[in-house]
């Protein structure tokens, strides 16, 4: 048993953990952070397969550069979108946010 | 059950220590009160992780990870803090079906995981990683990846350039 | 002559043809509307009868028959296998129209009771071209359902009748209107549904068929023909007989039985057999009476028909074994019904279930398994469509002049509206089974059928013919008996255009019941086919 | 000689349909014209019978069958016909004769109605249909006209649609003869399927069922087929514990309790027991039932009719009581005995009947205890009704001694317990007959109407006179030293039963019934409430009838009202109910679905993560089992 496992279940539970934030918390920012942690539990996983997989390739961790790369964006289009929405609604909690109904 | 069959390593004993830190980076990060607190617990996460991407011999990785994340999100979260009225403190309106449920179903969801990676049975690597893997992934960027590599660069400058337009305060109309 | 004109399409499409042209008319006023409805509502009728006059028993109506393919879909073939000897696979849609004994009866039926209905919608109020539209829309649907020889054909028929009605119960209806239509959209939607499955199983297996090989290798088709289904059915090389692991084709006893209590569910909905007759007694008391007209008369028949030509022709087997839970459905329906009607204070409700009551006599009649009840039951359908349209249409007219159609607020009518209420006797006599009128031949051949079988049963039954002559005298002395009250003096007795209808139809259920042989020559090798497989059957 | 006239016997039926067709049509139009058109028509059908029953007399005893098919199913077919026999002749004639008599009698009595054309359909049409049951060649057939006659018993009864007392009586009528009939249609059917080659005719019953070529039915089936064809015979013949509608079918006209309650329908019973004797004969148990059940109903009926103050009423239940009669009659194996009772009690009843509408017609009321003295004012009708209450009583030589004499030596011959029970109610029948005669027609007027009483008209004495001739003569058909009725309707002398004991008995029981009726309400010696105050409860019991309508109305009426009112409930809650709780159930998915639509992309989350378990459960799960 190499130490892949406990690599996989580190990333599991920071997955689940930064989902259950996702899900739960009121602060838009914090759950704009916690999709972060998500995919930074993502970004182990797949460094964890570059070295440990059945084949060891770079592979894995030039993927894992790409999300990085992503996630910057989507925190700088994230964050932006939240100014937006404060500006016009002094909130950002995101129980406040239910334009999808309307 | 739990036997992991463990090796007392460095590699574990580093590892160990990481995991810790990343776990309760998180876990301090979605029980504390105030905004400020969970970003920065958040980017101690972040840290801790940069470590165990070392501990994988990827330091590239653990560098763009400490200068990306740690530096520039967290960074750029805090200034959304700033910018948005934060009442510094989760309100006490809970929301406890919501809650439990989404506990329950995260608590699942890693019980799968779990007995998936428990009941998976993962082969030894054929072979090692090339020592030099900076170089090496400079060279796979810039031959193999080059076209992603410059297709996530103009999403970078599209993404820049769209918070830019949107955070900016439009003009009042007469 | 009359071999050559498809006459058969133009009975079923005439009316369609109708509702088109209307669209095309002014409908300010009633007058046009109306004429348009009552021609292209006769000439099926008059199509009818000559069909009547020219049909020949032993031919089985084969000289009407019409047939060619309406659609013809490739299958893809990859999906069946890398069978390099298989050319194609097609689903096949027919467009076949055909008559016999036993809907050749229900065709008449559909037209005097549509043309009667039609003349009684003078008690419409509003919207005369919609009205009429639809009411012709729905004569196709009836029409096409009874006609309709193929099984996809058959429910978009039977679909057909659905929307129009919802329509004519929802617009022209009382002030529950919009809920009856929805019950009655919903109940008769799920009917459906079971039987588009069980249509389904059947044209996935006993619709199977290899035909002849061409060029390219051998050519499949699956199709819902129901002559097709009937050959294959009693052909032992059919795929669905042949047990063989890997043939999906095969139709098993577990697939006949799925397929049997589904369409028993969506006819039994339909017919309406307890516990799913709810639905019924809202339309009964919220729609129109002309509609109920139809619906009591001739949609209800829909149901038995569609048994007897699925269930009874299609499973015999499981039929023959579930007989008795059939009579015994039947059983309570009669005495449920009866017993229910004798407590209402609505006459429309004791109507309501006096068709449950009588529809039970139809079940009994099927569940005999013999000619004699089956010819019964479906007797019991043509005599219980007219007499229940010829007491809606009572209904209406005593509606229009007192309104109401509570027991206690009406009474001592014969006075005031003598020839309605001898109208209403006689049709209450006829429901109550009297000798003479055509509602004691279906009843008696349906028992004498049955009783061949299951005795005890029967003799239970019979007894809802007493309660019959409870509910239906408490009910018609009510209204037409006793002491009139003062409010009813003075009213008008049954115009021409109503009295009309009403006298024919009292006329064809005197002629029925006093000449039976009218209608059960036509029937008379209708079942052969049927009760041939049977006895091979319980041979073999 | 040929038979002439038999082939022609449709017409007999024939022409009162055409009365009632033409009077149906242009009834209104017509009005009076339309009742003598009927008349007309019936006068016909008699002139018709008398010539067919005279030329069978005159030798020609072939029995005529002809008919056609009327129902044809698969290889079974169900043939119409007509029969013409002796019995059929002499039912002719009994008929048609009263039918007659009662139109001529209703041009009187129905004159001042408004709907007097209406009235004529349907004796006209119950004149039909009666002769169409006499004649019928088979069982369905018969049934059919049993049913029709039931119906213009309905209408007639229920006449007079205005009076709440009409209509209930009406609905009676049919509802409770009704439960008769079911028992001959289950009858009709067992016959089907149990007779070789389904055949239902008469002729073939009489073959299959004779003692010769027996065991082709086995004894339990017959016996349960005879004891149906007698509940059908009970329903319509008022016997108990069927009796219950004929007393209140005296709601309706007069003419028309004489015609059928009296003279021909309700004897249609009989008629249908004779028909199928042979059924009968097969089984002793289906005869002893006849033969307890008639003799009950005799005497039962006898002691109700002494306490009744209606007159009407009093000759009701005198009819359930010689009906009975008749069924003891047809239970001790006599069939002429019947026959000939059921001729005789058709002249002498329908007399009675038609005597008591011309009182009522003169004095407008229908109780006895208001009436009196009549007999000075109404000189015909009181001889007539004389007449016949002697001959119902049983006094010799008038008709009915001799028939009901025939049924007692019958009786006497058989099982002479019955014997006893029929010399009682012979007694009763004689007292209250005479309680009935003596009250209306001697004493004091007691009614303001009773003073005022005129004789009816000449239409309506008329047939008053002839039934009285017949009354007295019709007994000399078959006298115990002439068994000529009986040889002629049977074809077989049978064993004489004459007895001089049962002469004697029923002489001496006539003669005293008649006498303490007359020592109660003539002479006085008597005091008439010297039975009501010694005895209140059996007076009371008789004047309500033994409470027979309050048990059936405690015992089905009631408990179907109940039923009713429960499945009313159990349909509007338990099935429409699961019908709305399934349409609720829906309603409640959907409403918590929207719920659930709160716009908050973290609840949709919440759902989506909930849904991925699930499904990874679902999917991953399916190894475990």
């Known amino acids: 048993m190499s130490m892949l496992a406990s690599y996989l279940t580190l990333a599991a539970v920071l997955f689940c953990i930064g989902f259950y934030g996702v899900l739960t918390k009121r602060n838009a920012i914090i759950v704009l952070l916690s999709i972060e942690l998500m995919l930074n539990a993502v970004n182990l996983n797949l460094v964890a397969f570059s070295k440990y997989g059945v084949n060891p390739a770079l592979t894995g961790q030039i993927f894992s550069l790409f999300t990085m790369t992503v996630a910057a964006a989507e925190a700088a289009v994230g964050i932006a979108v939240l100014i937006v929405l404060y500006r016009s609604k002094a909130t950002v909690n995101a129980d406040e946010f239910d334009e999808l109904r309307r | 059950m739990l036997n992991f069959n463990i090796d007392f390593t460095g590699e574990f004993f580093a590892f160990f220590l990481l995991s810790v830190c990343a776990i309760v980076g998180a876990v301090l990060a979605i029980n504390f009160a105030k905004v400020v607190h969970m970003a920065l617990s958040l980017a101690f996460t972040f840290v801790s992780l940069a470590g165990l991407f070392i501990l994988l011999q990827a330091e590239f990785v653990a560098f763009v990870q400490v200068l990306l994340y740690v530096g520039a999100v967290t960074i750029l979260m805090i200034f959304g803090i700033m910018m948005t009225k934060h009442q510094d403190e989760e309100k006490a309106r809970s929301r406890p079906l919501l809650e439990t449920l989404a506990a329950i179903g995260c608590l699942c969801l890693f019980g799968i995981l779990f007995y998936a990676i428990r009941a998976a049975s993962f082969p030894l690597p054929a072979a090692k990683l090339p020592d030099n893997n900076t170089l090496e992934i400079g060279k796979l960027l810039y031959s193999a990846y080059a076209i992603p590599f410059e297709l996530v660069s103009v999403l970078l400058t599209v993404a820049f350039i769209g918070a830019v337009a949107l955070a900016k305060r439009e003009e009042e109309k007469p | 002559m009359l071999k050559d004109i498809p006459v058969l399409s133009l009975i079923a499409l005439i009316p369609l043809a109708g509702a088109v042209l209307l669209l095309f008319l002014p409908g300010r006023r009633s007058t046009w509307p109306r004429g348009v409805a009552l021609a292209f509502t006769a000439i099926p009728l008059i199509l009818s009868a000559w069909l009547f006059a020219g049909y020949e028993p032993i031919l089985g109506g084969k000289a009407f028959a019409e047939h060619f393919t309406w659609l013809s879909i490739p299958l893809n073939a990859e999906a069946w296998g890398p069978d390099a000897a298989v050319a194609s696979y097609r689903l096949v849609f027919d467009y ?73 119960i929802g617009i022209w209806g009382y002030f529950g209107r919009e809920k009856a239509a929805n019950r009655f959209l919903l109940y008769n939607g799920l009917g459906s549904a079971f039987m588009l499955f069980a249509f389904l199983i059947l044209i996935a297996t006993l619709g199977f068929s290899a035909e002849a090989a061409t060029a390219g290798g051998n050519a499949f088709s699956f199709t819902g023909d129901y002559e097709v289904l009937l050959a294959h059915l009693s052909d032992p090389n059919a795929p669905a007989n042949i047990a063989q692991p890997g043939n999906a084709m095969y139709l098993s006893d577990s697939l006949k039985w799925t397929a049997f209590v589904l369409l028993l569910i969506a006819f039994g909905i339909k017919l309406p057999i307890f516990p799913f007759h709810t639905w019924m007694l809202k339309v009964h008391t919220e729609a129109p009476p002309s509609v109920v007209m139809i619906h009591s008369g001739i949609l209800l028949k829909m149901g038995v028909y569609g048994l007897i030509r699925f269930g009874a022709f299609l499973l015999p087997e499981q039929l023959d074994a579930w007989a008795p839970v059939l009579a015994t459905l039947g059983v309570i329906n009669i005495l449920y019904g009866a017993v229910l009607a004798c407590a209402q204070k609505e006459f429309k409700l004791v109507l309501a279930y006096s068709s449950i009551s009588h529809m039970g006599i139809v079940l009994l009649g099927i569940a005999s398994l013999n000619e004699i009840g089956l010819q019964g039951a479906i007797y019991q359908a043509v005599s219980h469509g007219l007499i229940s349209a010829l007491l809606f249409l009572v209904v209406g007219t005593l509606y229009e002049r007192t309104g109401t159609t509570k027991l206690d607020e009406l009474g001592g009518l014969a006075r005031s509206v003598p020839f309605t209420a001898g109208i209403l006797l006689t049709a209450g006599l006829a429901s109550l089974g009297l000798p003479g009128l055509s509602g004691f031949v279906g009843e008696f051949l349906a028992f004498l059928g049955l009783f061949g079988s299951m005795k005890a049963l029967t003799a239970v ?71 041939k497989q049977l006895s091979t059957k319980a041979g073999g | 000689m040929a038979t002439v006239f038999s082939p022609y016997a449709w017409l007999v039926p024939a022409f009162p349909f055409v009365a009632f067709a033409v009077l149906t049509a242009f009834g209104r139009s017509l009005s009076r014209t339309g009742a003598w058109l009927a008349t007309a028509g019936t006068f016909l059908s008699l002139v018709l019978s008398l010539v ?308 009522i017609h003169a004095v407008h009321t229908q109780d006895i205890r208001e009436m009196g003295g009549l007999g000075r004012r109404m000189k015909i009708t009181a001889w007539t009704f004389g007449i016949g209450a002697l001959s119902l009583s049983g006094i010799p030589p008038l008709a009915g001694f001799w028939s009901k004499d025939a049924i007692l030596a019958a009786a006497l011959a058989d099982r002479p317990w019955l014997f006893v029970v029929g010399a009682i109610a012979a007694f009763f029948t004689a007292l209250y007959m005479s309680r009935l005669f003596f009250l209306v027609f ?184």
Request: charged letters at 15%.
């Open chain 3, 96 to 168: 076949r129209l055909g008559i016999d004994g036993i809907s050749l009866p229900l065709v008449l039926l559909t037209g005097v009771v549509s043309l009667m209905a039609a003349i009684a919608s003078v008690h419409i109020r509003k919207r005369w071209k919609t009205y009429y539209a639809l009411f012709l829309l729905l004569q196709t649907g009836m029409y096409g359902v009874f006609l309709a020889r193929d099984l996809t054909l058959f429910f978009i028929f039977f679909e057909l009748t659905l929307i129009p009605m919802f329509f004519l």
């Open chain 4, 442 to 625: 001697f004493g004091k007027p007691r009614g303001e109407h009773g003073a005022q009483a005129k004789e009816s008209p000449g239409v309506m004495t008329f047939p008053l006179l002839v039934l009285a001739a017949l009354a007295v003569v019709a007994g000399f058909a078959n006298t115990p030293w002439n068994g000529w009725l009986g040889q002629w309707l049977t074809g077989n002398a049978e064993a004489d039963h004459a007895s001089a004991l049962a002469i004697v008995v029923s002489v001496a029981v006539g003669l005293l019934g008649f006498y303490i009726g007359w020592l109660v309400y003539v002479k006085g010696a008597v005091r008439r409430d010297v039975l009501s105050s010694r005895l209140p409860g059996v007076v009371r019991l008789l004047e309500r009838k033994y409470y027979i309508d309050e048990l059936y109305a405690w015992l089905f009426v009631r408990p179907l009202r109940a039923l009713g009112d429960a499945l009313t409930a159990f349909d509007t809650h338990v099935v429409d109910g699961a019908v709305r709780l399934v349409g609720a159930a829906a309603n409640g998915i959907g409403k918590l679905n929207t719920r659930l639509q709160n716009g908050q992309l973290q609840t949709y989350g919440l759902a989506g993560l909930l849904a991925l378990v699930v499904l990874v459960v679902a999917i991953a799960g399916r190894r475990f089992w």
């Open chain 4, 52 to 359: 067919i029953a005279i030329e069978r007399m005159t030798g020609a005893a072939e029995d005529y069958r002809g008919g056609y098919e009327w129902l044809r199913i698969g290889d079974f077919s169900l043939p119409f016909g007509f029969e013409v026999t002796n019995l059929a002749a002499l039912m002719l004639v009994v008929v048609t004769l009263v039918a007659f008599l009662v139109n001529l009698y209703s041009l009187g009595y129905m004159k001042g109605d408004d709907r007097i054309s209406v009235f004529f359909a349907y004796v006209s049409l119950f004149t039909f249909s009666m002769l169409g049951l006499v004649l019928a060649d088979n069982l369905l057939l018969l049934y059919i006209f049993w049913e029709l006659v039931g119906v213009c018993s309905f209408l007639l009864v229920g006449f007079w649609y205005q009076k709440p007392e009409a209509k209930a009586a009406a609905k009676k009528a049919f509802i409770v003869t009704r439960i008769g009939d079911i028992g001959l249609l289950i009858a009709i059917l067992l016959l089907f399927w149990y007779m070789p080659d389904h055949a239902l005719d008469f002729v073939s019953l009489h073959n299959v069922f004779d003692p010769q070529n027996g065991g082709t039915i086995s004894l339990g089936i017959t016996t349960l087929i005879a004891l149906l064809i007698f509940l059908g015979a009970a329903g319509k013949s008022g016997q108990f514990p069927l009796h219950v509608w004929l007393p209140d079918a005296m709601e309706g006209p007069t003419p028309i309790s004489a015609l059928i309650h009296a003279a021909t329908m309700v004897a249609a019973g009989v008629f249908l027991v004779v028909r199928t004797f042979d059924v009968f004969e097969a089984s002793q148990a289906a005869m002893d039932t006849v033969a307890i059940i008639g003799a009950f109903t005799a005497i039962f009926a006898a002691t109700i009719g002494l306490a009744q103050n209606d007159i009407k009423r009093v000759l009701a239940y005198s009819t359930v009581s010689q009906l009975g009669y008749m069924m003891l009659a047809l239970g001790v194996g006599s069939v002429p005995g019947a026959m000939f009772h059921l001729f005789t009690h058709a002249f002498f009843k329908a007399l009675l009947f038609l005597g008591a509408g011309s009182v």
């Open chain 3, 461 to 531: 039954g019979a007894l809802g013919v007493l309660l019959a002559a409870v509910y239906v005298l408490r009910s018609v002395l009510g209204i037409t008996f006793g002491p009139m009250p003062e409010r009813f003096i003075g009213m008008k007795d049954a115009r021409f255009v109503e009295a009309l209808p009403m006298v024919a139809l009292a006329a064809v259920i005197l002629v029925l019941g006093v000449y039976p042989s009218l209608l059960t020559d036509l029937m008379q090798h209708g079942f052969d086919g049927l009760l």
